[in-house]
C-alpha cells in the first residue's frame, strides 16, 4: 500500500516540530522503519503519525496487516545487529521526547471520550479532574494585584504569531 492511500488524523492532538521531525528522519534514514503503526478501517492513521508522514517523505511503502483486538503486532528486524537494535531503541524513545500535546485539541477530544464512555480516559492514563485543572491553570486571567488599565501607560508589544512589535498607550 502507499502512504499516499493512508490519512493522517486530522484531529490528532499530538504537535510533531521540526526538531521531532528531523529526528524521526535520521532514525529512518540509518535503521529503516521499525515500528509499527495502527490505521482504522477507514486508513485514518491513530497512531503514528509522525512516523508516516516522514515515510510518505521519504517514498516508503506501508505493509497493512489486519489484527484483532487480542493481537499484539510486532515487528522483526533480522537485518540488526545487537547495537542497531539498542540503538534503535533509545532513537525511538528520543524522538518521541521532541513531540508534545496540542492541549487543547486533546482535551476537548478528551472531554469528547469521557462523554462517550465514562472511564475510557484512564485507560489512556488520563485523569479527567488533573485534565481539568491544568486548562483552568491555562486560562490567562491577571492576578489579583493587577494595576488598573492607565490609557496613559507606555506600553510594549509583540505578535505571537508574525513577530510584529508597536507600542503605544
Known amino acids: 500500500m502507499?502512504?499516499?492511500?493512508?490519512?493522517?488524523?486530522?484531529?490528532?492532538?499530538r504537535i510533531?516540530?521540526?526538531?521531532?521531525?528531523?529526528?524521526i528522519r535520521k532514525s529512518m534514514e540509518r535503521f529503516?522503519?521499525?515500528?509499527?503503526?495502527?490505521?482504522?478501517?477507514?486508513n485514518v492513521v491513530?497512531?503514528?503519525?509522525?512516523?508516516?508522514?516522514?515515510?510518505?517523505?521519504?517514498?516508503?511503502?506501508?505493509?497493512?496487516?489486519?489484527?484483532?483486538?487480542?493481537?499484539?503486532i510486532a515487528v522483526r528486524r533480522n537485518d540488526w545487529s545487537t547495537e542497531e537494535?539498542?540503538?534503535y531503541a533509545i532513537a525511538d524513545n528520543q524522538s518521541s521526547m521532541s513531540a508534545?500535546?496540542?492541549?487543547a485539541q486533546l482535551y476537548n477530544q478528551l472531554k469528547d471520550?469521557?462523554?462517550?464512555?465514562?472511564?475510557?480516559?484512564?485507560?489512556?492514563?488520563?485523569?479527567?479532574?488533573?485534565v481539568e485543572e491544568h486548562f483552568r491553570k491555562l486560562n490567562v486571567e491577571p492576578p489579583e494585584d493587577f494595576p488598573e488599565v492607565d490609557e496613559n501607560l507606555e506600553t510594549k508589544h509583540?505578535?505571537?504569531k508574525c513577530g510584529y512589535k508597536w507600542s503605544g498607550g
Not at 16 to 23: I, L, S, V
Not at 53 to 58: P, R
Not at 114 to 127: L, N, S, Y
Open 2 to 13: 502507499s502512504t499516499q492511500e493512508i490519512t493522517l488524523d486530522p484531529k490528532n492532538a
Open 16 to 23: 510533531h516540530p521540526e526538531r521531532n521531525k528531523e529526528a
Open 32 to 42: 529503516g522503519a521499525g515500528r509499527s503503526v495502527v490505521i482504522d478501517k477507514n
Open 46 to 72: 491513530r497512531a503514528g503519525n509522525g512516523t508516516v508522514a516522514m515515510a510518505e517523505e521519504m517514498g516508503m511503502s506501508v505493509k497493512v496487516i489486519d489484527a484483532e483486538q487480542n493481537e499484539l
Open 85 to 87: 537494535a539498542q540503538a
Open 100 to 103: 508534545y500535546w496540542d492541549e
Open 113 to 130: 471520550l469521557e462523554a462517550f464512555e465514562p472511564g475510557m480516559i484512564e485507560a489512556m492514563d488520563f485523569d479527567l479532574t488533573d
Open 158 to 160: 509583540t505578535c505571537p
